[in-house]
């Protein structure tokens, strides 16, 4: 087996058939001026375009870009994952194929790692090219992540860095299946330092992330890194409890003053609905963690493979095995 190349660079596509050979253009010469021994690893995350034709071209033109093709589309962080599971580098970075991260940082990235950094995080200093309500709710989850999660999440950092092979080694041994990358990045820890950046326009193609995705994403992130939102309805059932007894007292107290109170519909009618709408989020909000549970219990795979393509013979390492429930032992 020969042996790992320096850099990987991990890239997950969907339907980014205007995009893949502007990538691998711009970045190789980057690349080569640093070493010329990397690889690029395309994860096609179930395109509908024409994405897996250019892959298996660009794979077929240069020996040091693979692809995996994985069995259906199940976004980019699973993507990521897929990847993750199969680089062979010393050093890898994840990037998105439309040039919005800049591969000029990379000679800057691989300085700062061979100063013996383990995570160079590439982080944005300016977020310009997004729109008002893009930067205003990613402003708004930063801080709202910040409060309720143990786990602190630098702002304005993407998925592109560059890890250590030791840090991609820790990320594999992440089994979960609902996977927030940025939090799972940040929960490893290791020696981590960054780089400022500002970041570009796509340079072809649309964006893959409507305000849906991103709010799925956003969810996603707080329920999976915190447990705050089931841990608040302990302290409003204390407060609404709290509420009740002096309102009772209040109510008993009249009740004795000036006899029977018999009218009281409107009091009633809006405590009722207060106390069932609370109930019902809170209740909503164990549902979230219950979906949770259940899809990690049931320990299906995270993601299928159909096809590697341009594996230059060399054996990759499998997936995680699932981990099996109740623990083995
Ligand atoms: N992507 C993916 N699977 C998806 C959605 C996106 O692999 O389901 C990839 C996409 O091809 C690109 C990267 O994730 O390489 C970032 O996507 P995009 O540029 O659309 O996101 P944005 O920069 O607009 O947040
Ligand atoms: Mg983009």
């Excluded at 890890?163 to 927030?180: G, K, N, Q, S, T």
């Excluded at 990690?296 to 699932?322: D, H, N, Q």
């Amino acid at each position: 087996m020969a042996d790992p190349p320096l850099l990987s660079i991990v890239v997950p596509v969907f339907n980014e058939e205007a995009t893949i050979d502007l990538f691998i253009a711009a970045i190789t010469p980057f690349l080569d001026a640093i070493d010329r021994d990397w690889e690029i690893v395309f994860i096609n995350d179930g395109s509908r375009d024409s994405t897996l034709k250019v892959l298996r071209a660009a794979a077929a033109a240069e020996p040091r870009v693979r692809a995996l093709d994985l069995s259906r589309n199940y976004g980019k962080e699973v993507a990521l994952s897929a990847g993750l599971d199969h680089v062979r580098g010393r050093a890898v970075i994840p990037m998105d194929v439309d040039l919005q991260d800049p591969p000029e940082l990379i000679a800057a990235m691989v300085a700062q790692w061979r100063d013996g950094f383990d995570v160079v995080l590439a982080q944005r200093s300016d977020r310009s090219s997004d729109t008002a309500l893009k930067r205003g709710t990613a402003r708004l989850f930063y801080r709202i992540i910040d409060r309720m999660s143990d786990t602190p999440i630098p702002a304005d950092v993407g998925d592109y860095r560059l890890m250590d092979a030791r840090v991609v080694a820790a990320l594999r041994a992440y089994p979960e299946r609902m996977r927030f990358m940025k939090g799972i990045f940040a929960h490893v820890g290791f020696r981590t330092t960054s780089v400022d950046y500002v970041r570009p326009a796509r340079v072809a193609g649309d964006t893959k992330f409507n305000g849906r995705k991103l709010f799925n994403l956003a969810l996603e992130g707080i329920i999976s890194f915190s447990t705050a939102p089931l841990k608040i309805w302990t302290y409003v059932g204390l407060a609404a409890a709290a509420l009740s007894v002096l309102y009772l007292i209040f109510v008993i107290a009249r009740t004795m003053i000036t006899g029977v109170d018999v009218p009281g519909y409107a009091s009633l009618i809006s405590v009722i609905l207060l106390f069932n709408g609370l109930i019902l989020t809170g209740l909503g909000v164990q549902g979230e963690y219950i979906a949770r549970i259940f899809a990690e219990v049931k320990g299906r795979p995270l993601y299928l493979i159909r096809e590697e393509i341009g594996a230059r013979g060399v054996s990759v390492s499998p997936p995680a095995p699932a981990r099996s429930f109740p623990p083995a032992g």
